[in-house]
C-alpha cells in the first residue's frame, strides 16, 4: 500500500509533518457567522465565526460539492489542539485565505472527539502518504469523499521550506481543474488500497504466554532506568503499558522478571509523580513531558489521561501499600471531582495548555479576571508557572522550604533543551527536586513539620493561582471516557474504601444511562454537551463503558450496573464485531460517507477497543457462565496474532486479556448482607490484595444473587455460613470451603 501512496499523483512533497502540540485560544468574533454555529462541539463553535463557509460533516456539504464539482477541504482537529489555533488564526480567520477557500472548495469542519472514525480514515491517508500525522489534519478529497492529498498544519506563507497554505490551496485547485480525472482516478486507487490493508485474511494459529514475555523485554529494552518511563523526549504516560507490567508481575511475583516489571513501573510512577508533568498545586497530570525527565509538560489535562493513571496508582497502592501512591490517587481523583465534572455528575473531556496572560505578565494574571478584555495574549502552562518572586512574595518564611523542596530557581528551572522556544525564562515548573525527607534534614526539621508546611505553602499557591485566567475548558462529556473515569472511581472506592468516591462514579453512571444511553434500541451516544449529539457511540465507547460498569457493579453490587454492562455488550457484539475474523471495527458501518471500518491494532494514549472488549468478555463470561463470551474474547484477541507476534508490546493492554484468557477463571463470592459490619471486614480484605484475574460477586440473598443465579446455577447455593457472612474462593466455581473471617480470608487469597 505504502509503495503505491509514495510515487502517487503531486508525490506529496510540499506537504508538512505532524505537529500534534495542544493549546486553545478563543477565535476572534466578526461579522461572520457559518453553519458550525448550530452544532455543540466547543471545536466546531470555536470556528462559527471564521469567514470560511464551513459545513459540518454531513449530506448538505457532500450534496453541494457534488453539485458543483468541487473538492472537498477537511479540517480536523479538537479544541485543546495548540497547533489547530494557531492555523486558525493564521489563516481561517484571514479574509484573503478565505476567499480562495470558499471560491475553490466545499470546507469542512470535524471535532475529531466527537468523530474518531472520520478522523481514523483520513488519518490513514495522511500517515501513509506523508510519513506522519497529527492535527490539524488538512486533507482535500474528490466530491465522492476520497482522499488525494493530505497533510497537518500548513503556515500563511512559505516558511522554513514549507509552501505557504494560500499556495497549498491554488495549486489543489489548479490540479483539480487540470487533472480532474487523474485525480479521481487515483482517489479510487488509495481508496482501494486503505480497504486491501485493512482487509487481511486473519492469521493461522492462536498466540500463546511466549508472547508476554517477548512484549515484556521489547519493554525492558526500551526502559529509561534512570529517568523512568520507555524511550526518550518526549515522554508519554501510557498507561497500558504499566496495566501490561503489573499483571505480568502478578502472574510470577517472585520471578525475576516479574520483580523487574513491578520494578519498571513503580520507579516510572514515583519519576512522574514528582515531576512538572504533575499537577503539584491543583492536582491531576498534563498531557506529556517534552523532555526526558518528566520536567516540562505539555500543559494540556485530558480525562483519558487522569483516569488511567489514577488507576495505575491505585494498582500500584495495592501492591505495595506505599502511601505516596495512595495520595496521588487521590490528587487526580480529587481534581476531576472538583474541576472536570458537570454538575450532573458527568465528566467534561480536557483543560488547555494554554491560558491568557495580562499585559504585565504572571504577577497580573494573578490577579486578573478571565474575561478581562486586555487578555489578547496566550501562553502555553501561564496558568501554571511561576516566577521566584511570586512564589516568596506569596509564601513570606515558608518560601525558603517550599522552593528548596520544588526546585525554584531566580531564573527559572526548565532544564537546558527543555524550552526550545524560551517561552519559560525566568518561570518555574514545579517538580518535587528532593524528598520531604531529604528537606527536612536539610532544615533540622522533623518530616511532619515540614510536611505541614508544604502543604499549607500549596494551599495558599492554590487561592493565588485561582485568581488566574483558566485555560480553556472543553465540557462535552464522551462517553468512552466517562467509562474510563467511572472505572476509576470505582476501583478507588474498593482499594481505598471511600464511599465519596463510589457516589461520584454512580453519578457519573446515572447521568450516562440518563442522557447518553436510548433503552429502546440499546443504544449508546457518542457526547452531550447542553444535550445529547446525533452521533452514535463507536466501539471505544461501548468497551470503555461496559469496564466501567463492570467495576462499578464490583464496588456497589447493584445488579443493575451488570445487567447494564450485559446489555450494551450484546450491542457492542452486534453493531462491531467481526463474525468473519475477530476483533471489533470502529465503526459499525451504518454511515455510509465513512467508507472504511478499520479495527484499531495499537493500544496507545487510550487502549484499543478490542483490548477492552475481550476482557470485559473474559469477565462477563464467568459473571453470567456464558462459555460462547469466553469464546468470542479468545478470537478476538487471535485476530490481531499478526500484531502480537510481530510487535507485542504495540498491544499492551491486549496482552492483558491474553494473560486473563490463559489462566484459571478465579471468583471470590462474598455471602452476606451488603451492609453487615461482617460482610464488609470480608470485602476490606478482598480490597487489600492486587487480585486482577479475580472477579468479586455478592450473594444477598436478594435480586442481586437472583440474577446472578439465573445463568450461574453454583451461585444459586452460596449462603452464609451459621448466620455469619462468609466468604468462598472459587476456580471456574468449584470453590474450597467457606470462611467467615478476614484472617483465614487473607490466607486463602495469598495461597
Keep these: 500500500m505504502t509503495s503505491y501512496f509514495r510515487f502517487g499523483f503531486l508525490a506529496l512533497t510540499w506537504l508538512v509533518t505532524s505537529s500534534d502540540s495542544f493549546a486553545e485560544q478563543t477565535p476572534a468574533q466578526s461579522e461572520h457567522t457559518n453553519r458550525l454555529a448550530h452544532e455543540k462541539s466547543p471545536y466546531l463553535l470555536q470556528h462559527a465565526h471564521n469567514p470560511v463557509d464551513w459545513y459540518p460533516w454531513g449530506e448538505e456539504a457532500f450534496g453541494k460539492a457534488r453539485r458543483e464539482n468541487k473538492p472537498i477541504f477537511l479540517s480536523v482537529g479538537y479544541s485543546t489542539c495548540h497547533w489547530c489555533h494557531v492555523m486558525a488564526h493564521e489563516s481561517f480567520e484571514s479574509e484573503d485565505v478565505a476567499t480562495i477557500m470558499n471560491r475553490e472548495f466545499v470546507n469542512i469542519k470535524v471535532d475529531r472527539e466527537e468523530r474518531p472514525d472520520v478522523d481514523r480514515v483520513y488519518m490513514t491517508f495522511v ?11 488538512s486533507v482535500w478529497l474528490t466530491p465522492d469523499l476520497k482522499p488525494f492529498v493530505g497533510g497537518t498544519y500548513f503556515p500563511p506563507e512559505d516558511r522554513y521550506g514549507q509552501p505557504g497554505f494560500k499556495k497549498v490551496l491554488e495549486r489543489v485547485a489548479t490540479a483539480w481543474k487540470e487533472n480532474h480525472a487523474n485525480i479521481v482516478e487515483q482517489g479510487d486507487k488509495i481508496v482501494d488500497a486503505l480497504r486491501e490493508s485493512q482487509g487481511a485474511a486473519k492469521p493461522e494459529g492462536e498466540i500463546d504466554a511466549a508472547v508476554l514475555e517477548a512484549a515484556y523485554k521489547q519493554l525492558d529494552r526500551n526502559y529509561d532506568p534512570k529517568e523512568g518511563g520507555f524511550g526518550n523526549a518526549p515522554k508519554f504516560p501510557r498507561p497500558v503499558t504499566l496495566n501490561f507490567l503489573t499483571r505480568l508481575y502478578a502472574r510470577d511475583p517472585k520471578s525475576g522478571d516479574g520483580k523487574q516489571a513491578l520494578e519498571m513501573v513503580l520507579f516510572t510512577l514515583r519519576k512522574m509523580a514528582a515531576g512538572g508533568m504533575h499537577d503539584h498545586i491543583g492536582g491531576g497530570f498534563h498531557r506529556y513531558s517534552v523532555d526526558r525527565y518528566w520536567h516540562v509538560p505539555h500543559f494540556e489535562k485530558m480525562l483519558y489521561d487522569q483516569a488511567q493513571l489514577a488507576a495505575a496508582y491505585l494498582d500500584a497502592f495495592q501492591i505495595t501499600r506505599d502511601q505516596q501512591c495512595e495520595s496521588v490517587a487521590r490528587d487526580i481523583l480529587d481534581y476531576v471531582a472538583r474541576d472536570m465534572t458537570s454538575k450532573e455528575g458527568g465528566f467534561f473531556s480536557a483543560e488547555d495548555a494554554d491560558s491568557p496572560v495580562a499585559a504585565g505578565g504572571l504577577s497580573a494574571v494573578a490577579s486578573a479576571k478571565a474575561d478581562d478584555p486586555g487578555h489578547s495574549k496566550t501562553a502555553e502552562g501561564a496558568f501554571y508557572v511561576w516566577t521566584k518572586k511570586e512564589i516568596d ?12 523542596h520544588y526546585g525554584v530557581q531566580p531564573h527559572g528551572n526548565a532544564p537546558e533543551g527543555s524550552d526550545p522556544h524560551d517561552e519559560f525564562r525566568g518561570k518555574n515548573i514545579l517538580i518535587e527536586r528532593h524528598t520531604i525527607a531529604q528537606t527536612a534534614e536539610h532544615f533540622k526539621k522533623s518530616e511532619k513539620e515540614i510536611g505541614e508546611s508544604l502543604a499549607q505553602s500549596r494551599e495558599k499557591l492554590f487561592a493565588i493561582r485561582a485568581k488566574r485566567p483558566r485555560p480553556h475548558l472543553d465540557d462535552k462529556i464522551i462517553a468512552a471516557w466517562n467509562g474510563l473515569m467511572i472505572s476509576a472511581f470505582a476501583r478507588a472506592a474498593q482499594v481505598l474504601d471511600d464511599e465519596r468516591y463510589r457516589e461520584i462514579a454512580t453519578r457519573a453512571a446515572k447521568f450516562m444511562r440518563a442522557n447518553l444511553y436510548e433503552e429502546k434500541s440499546k443504544l449508546l451516544y457518542r457526547n452531550y454537551r447542553g444535550g445529547r449529539s446525533d452521533i452514535e457511540g463507536f466501539a471505544d465507547d461501548y468497551a470503555f463503558v461496559v469496564e466501567g460498569l463492570l467495576d462499578l457493579y464490583e464496588a456497589s453490587f447493584n445488579v443493575e450496573w451488570l445487567k447494564l454492562a450485559s446489555e450494551l455488550q450484546e450491542t457492542n457484539d452486534r453493531l462491531f464485531f467481526d463474525e468473519k475474523n475477530g476483533g471489533y471495527f470502529s465503526n459499525s458501518g451504518k454511515d455510509e460517507s465513512v467508507f472504511l471500518r478499520m479495527k484499531d491494532d495499537n493500544d496507545g494514549a487510550e487502549p484499543a477497543a478490542s483490548s477492552l472488549a475481550a476482557l470485559n468478555l473474559l469477565r462477563l463470561s464467568q459473571l453470567r457462565d456464558d462459555q460462547k463470551m469466553a469464546e468470542r474474547a479468545r478470537k478476538t ?61 455478592l450473594a444477598d440473598g436478594g435480586e442481586g444473587q437472583k440474577y446472578l443465579g439465573e445463568k450461574n446455577e453454583a451461585i444459586r447455593a452460596m449462603s452464609m455460613v451459621e448466620g455469619k457472612p462468609a466468604a468462598y474462593v472459587c476456580e471456574n466455581f468449584t470453590c474450597k470451603a467457606p470462611v467467615t473471617d478476614a484472617g483465614q480470608l487473607a490466607k486463602l487469597l495469598n495461597l
Design 127 to 137: 500517515q501513509a502518504t506523508t510519513g506522519g500525522g497529527g492535527w490539524p489534519m
Design 393 to 404: 512574595a506569596a509564601l513570606g518564611d515558608a518560601a525558603e522550604v517550599f522552593d528548596f
Design 637 to 697: 484477541i487471535d485476530a490481531f496474532a499478526t500484531t502480537l507476534s510481530h510487535f507485542p508490546s504495540a498491544m499492551p493492554q491486549m496482552l492483558v486479556a491474553l494473560d486473563y484468557s490463559l489462566s484459571k477463571p478465579r471468583q471470590i463470592v462474598i455471602a452476606g448482607r451488603k451492609d453487615a459490619p461482617e460482610t464488609k471486614a470480608l470485602l476490606k480484605e478482598v480490597h487489600r490484595h492486587f487480585l486482577p484475574k479475580t472477579i468479586l460477586l
